[in-house]
């Protein structure tokens, strides 16, 4: 990280980012960033934290929605894996504000934890320090339409990535 807050590179090339969700329609963006995390949904299955295995996390899956289909418990699953055990430290993130028409850019700074102290919905939560905002009307259209995947996370391309890694820094709202 540079002294002005802005991404360096790591190995001569930018790291993919993950683009997490604030809510349906972006509705806590700004919990996100007061209380400066990323979260996702499904409190059914718990608390994650002792949850080392997909198969763990599955059972759990499994045993919260046993009205679902298996592809629906298949999607679940990558997302709270990835979330909860595969998200490392220092690793970019990104989320949309709407009521800013912005994506927030920050960088993971702890582990997996269960917090529903904070947004009852969405209790499943990584601390992250935000870095900068990037506007939407910034972005070239191949990487608006690369973010519009329906997931609540998902990976961005490298190309998306690259992009709003290089635009200039602009200062955030906090």
């Not at 993919?16 to 409190?43: D, N």
């Not at 690793?91 to 800013?100: H, I, K, R, S």
């Not at 972005?139 to 190309?159: K, P, V």
Request: glycine share 10%; with cysteine; charged share 20%.
């Amino acid at each position: 990280m540079m002294s002005d807050g802005s991404p360096t590179r790591s190995r001569g090339r930018l790291g993919r980012l993950t683009l997490i969700r604030a809510g349906r329609g972006g509705a806590y963006a700004e919990e996100f960033q007061s209380h400066g995390m990323v979260a996702i949904g499904w409190p059914e299955v718990g608390d994650l934290g002792g949850a080392r295995t997909r198969e763990e996390i599955g059972s759990r899956l499994a045993a919260a929605f046993p009205y679902c289909k298996r592809m629906q418990i298949v999607s679940m699953l990558g997302q709270l894996c990835y979330f909860s055990i595969e998200i490392a430290l220092d690793q970019f993130v990104l989320t949309y504000d709407p009521m800013e028409k912005a994506y927030l850019l920050g960088r993971v700074t702890g582990p997996y934890a269960y917090r529903p102290d904070l947004i009852v919905d969405l209790p499943h939560t990584r601390p992250v320090r935000w870095i900068r905002r990037v506007q939407r009307d910034a972005l070239t259209r191949a990487t608006l339409n690369s973010l519009g995947s329906i997931r609540t996370i998902f990976s961005i391309s490298q190309a998306a990535s690259t992009e709003i890694l290089a635009l200039p820094h602009q200062l955030s709202k906090q």
